[in-house]
């Protein structure tokens, strides 16, 4: 069996450490052949130390230097390379068979279409990339002709309970896709009880250990939103036929309904090494440090239905996904400024939904021609938020 070769985008981050986990656990199938960070030179060294890849890329170029005399002192050769085209040069390259694109935010989207292109396993965390541009990394995968496993645990689930061969829901006896939420952490609060909440409180989530920005988008409910995106791109779901149920033990990770009154789930402890595991090795199964879920000792399974008139990032998700175009792609980079706002202190928690509701009102959807038209519009909804930012909240 060929070792896999993994470039692993994102490697210092939540997703990517626990990717150099399960990578650890099977140096016989596993490489992790390149590792990328946007800044954190000194993580970022101390993971090429103990992986030893080829190829070391810190996307920040001002901080190659340093990470240049991080690796000397540590006795590491490896290549190093910085900035963006780097990363993206390095996921289409011939280092890897394998890209985990676990970059936070739109910044992953060039990496993840280099990726799809070229025709490597994609095992795609970055839900960004695909919320902005589904139709164009679609065709870039097309082109390439290489396997996207999802990585987003929702996702993974679903792609578990589906049927061989690439389904999608409305054929093959499939009825509904059903992706569960946890709720985050102000799960049952009303929008009174929401207005002074810190970006501290917002981050401490019940479940899942997570960066900061998809930790803030599952308070919100946005990161429930940009998963519904991501499932109608990856399954060819239309919106009516996704559902999103409220699960606060966060063990049922999604369900497929089928025609028949059957619903399959998936389920596992909160630890995303399973759903990497699953990505790595599928159609295999390998262990991934995740011990074997004891039901008994969980008691119960709760279900309910979300809230969205508190948590509105949920419906003006969806509300985007059905105007069509790049009306999701502004939905997200209005979502960034506002999540950024939020944890720097200048946007008040509602203000985040405010926020994106205005620049979706101020910005229609146009539909997408290319990957240059869509950064351009990436952009123009990014000044529009900081202008809303500026007027409404400074
Ligand atoms: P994180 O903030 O913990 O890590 C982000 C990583 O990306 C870091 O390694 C950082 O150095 C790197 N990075 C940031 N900006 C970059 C840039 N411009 N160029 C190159 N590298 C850059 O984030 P995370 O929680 O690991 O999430 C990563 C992605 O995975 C997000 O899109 C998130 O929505 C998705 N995701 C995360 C989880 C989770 O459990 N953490 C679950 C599902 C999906
Ligand atoms: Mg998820």
Not at 119 to 135: C, D, H, P, W, Y
Not at 340 to 355: D, H, K, Q, R
């Amino acid at each position: 069996m060929a070792v896999r070769q993994v470039a692993v985008l994102g490697a210092t981050g939540s997703i990517g450490t626990s990717t150099l986990d399960v990578i650890a656990r099977h140096p016989e199938r596993f490489r992790a052949s390149v590792l990328v960070a946007n800044q954190s030179t000194e993580a970022l060294a101390t993971l090429c130390e103990r992986f030893r890849p080829d190829l070391a890329i810190v996307a920040d170029a001002s901080m190659e230097g340093d990470l240049v005399r991080r690796l000397a002192a540590a006795g590491v050769r490896c290549e190093v390379a910085s900035g963006a085209d780097a990363v993206t040069a390095a996921a289409a390259g011939p280092l890897c068979d394998t890209v985990v694109a676990a970059i936070v935010g739109a910044a992953g989207l060039d990496s993840t279409l280099a990726a799809a292109r070229t025709g490597k396993r994609l095992l795609l965390a970055n839900k960004e990339s695909i919320v902005m541009a589904g139709e164009l990394l679609l065709a870039a995968l097309r082109e390439g002709g290489g396997d996207l496993i999802p990585v987003d645990s929702e996702h993974n689930a679903i792609f578990q309970c589906l049927p061989p061969g690439r389904p999608v829901a409305g054929r093959g006896g499939v009825r509904r896709l059903v992706l569960t939420a946890s709720g985050g952490p102000f799960r049952g609060r009303g929008r009174a009880d929401l207005g002074t909440v810190t970006p501290a409180q917002a981050c401490a989530h019940p479940k899942w250990s997570m960066g900061r920005k998809i930790s803030v988008d599952s308070a919100t409910l946005m990161n429930k939103g940009l998963e519904v995106i991501e499932a109608h791109h990856l399954f060819q779901a239309p919106p009516e036929t996704i559902d999103v149920v409220v699960h606060p033990q966060s063990l049922v990770h999604s369900l497929v309904d089928y025609v028949d009154g059957s619903m399959l789930a998936q389920l596992g402890h909160p630890d995303m090494r399973t759903a990497i595991a699953c990505a790595l090795a599928w159609p295999e199964r390998i262990e991934a440090g995740v011990p074997p879920l004891d039901l008994a000792a969980h008691g119960r399974l709760d279900f309910e239905a979300p809230d969205t008139d508190t948590f509105r990032c949920l419906a003006l998700a969806f509300d985007a996904l059905r105007a069509g175009g790049d009306a999701t792609a502004i939905l997200n980079a209005a979502n960034e400024v506002a999540v950024e706002a939020f944890l720097a202190g200048t946007l008040p928690f509602l203000g985040i939904a405010e926020l994106v509701e205005r620049v979706l009102e101020e910005l229609p959807a146009k539909p997408v021609v290319d990957v240059q038209t869509l950064a351009a519009r990436d952009a123009e909804a990014r000044r529009a938020a900081r202008d809303v930012l500026r007027r409404a909240y400074c």
